[in-house]
């Protein structure tokens, strides 16, 4: 499974964005899938998750300003950033599940950096 974000850039506070990773090779694999962020100095943490059936969940900082979403027939996974702030700098990452065989998939990562 090979994922590729696209999407991140330089906002000022209070705007928007909207990142995309989409998946190719065996994609019928993939069960959850999620966005990860890391900012620098920091570790990498679990921004908001995604589960076959739409189940989601989401980091508390972000709740009501992000929304994840899946599209299966594309194989793409999104996620819309409102509201956004400085705190939300980072690197942005995308990560797919695969439970058969086990095995875990990350994208190269996108920049997100949010301006004061």
């Known amino acids: 499974v090979q994922l590729v974000e696209s999407g991140g850039g330089l906002v000022q506070a209070g705007g928007s964005l909207r990142l995309s990773c989409a998946a190719s090779?065996?994609?019928?694999?993939?069960?959850?899938m999620g966005w990860y962020r890391q900012a620098p100095g920091k570790e990498r943490e679990l921004v908001a998750g995604i589960t076959s059936g739409g189940s989601t969940n989401y980091l508390d900082s972000v709740k009501g300003r992000f929304t994840i979403s899946r599209d299966n027939a594309k194989n793409t996974l999104y996620l819309q950033m409102n509201s956004l702030k400085p705190e939300d700098t980072a690197v942005y990452y995308c990560?797919?599940?695969?439970?058969?065989?086990?095995?875990?998939?990350w994208g190269q990562g996108t920049q997100v950096t949010v301006s004061s």
């Open positions: 090779g065996d994609t019928i694999c993939i069960s959850a």
């Open positions: 990560n797919a599940d695969c439970p058969v065989p086990a095995s875990d998939y």
